[in-house]
């Protein structure tokens, strides 16, 4: 059974940080795979992180140098450091299978003082 549960969204203030985890099921192999996406309201839903094919990070313009994505292989985990936050980075955030076009449920991020 393929599933992804996103965790680590809460509110947090302007150039505060935050981690968040994407827990694939066993069934999902390819980590490598696995993105980060955000939606804000009334807007569109966006890419934010991806691997390469040699495992490093493509990032949005938006986030560059600000966030950052990992797995942990043996967690069958991906993980989304959000550093320096700021208002408009509020959004749902969402982990996403290309290997299966499989989207998990999504994890509230709110940047507010």
């Known amino acids: 059974q393929v599933q992804l549960v996103e965790s680590g969204g809460g509110l947090v203030q302007p150039g505060g940080s935050l981690r968040l985890s994407c827990a694939a099921s066993?069934?999902?192999?390819?980590?490598?795979?696995v993105a980060w996406y955000r939606q804000a309201p009334g807007k569109q839903r966006e890419l934010v992180a991806a691997?390469?094919?040699?495992?490093?990070?493509n990032y949005a313009d938006s986030v560059k140098g600000r966030f950052f994505i990992s797995r942990d292989n043996a967690k069958n985990t991906v993980y989304l450091q959000l550093n320096s936050l700021k208002p408009e980075d509020t959004a749902v955030y969402y982990c996403?299978?290309?290997?299966?076009?499989?989207w998990g449920q999504g994890t509230q991020v709110t940047v507010s003082s």
């Open positions: 691997f390469t094919p040699r495992g490093s990070g």
């Open positions: 996403f299978s290309y290997e299966y076009s499989y």
């Open positions: 066993k069934s999902i192999f390819r980590l490598n795979a």
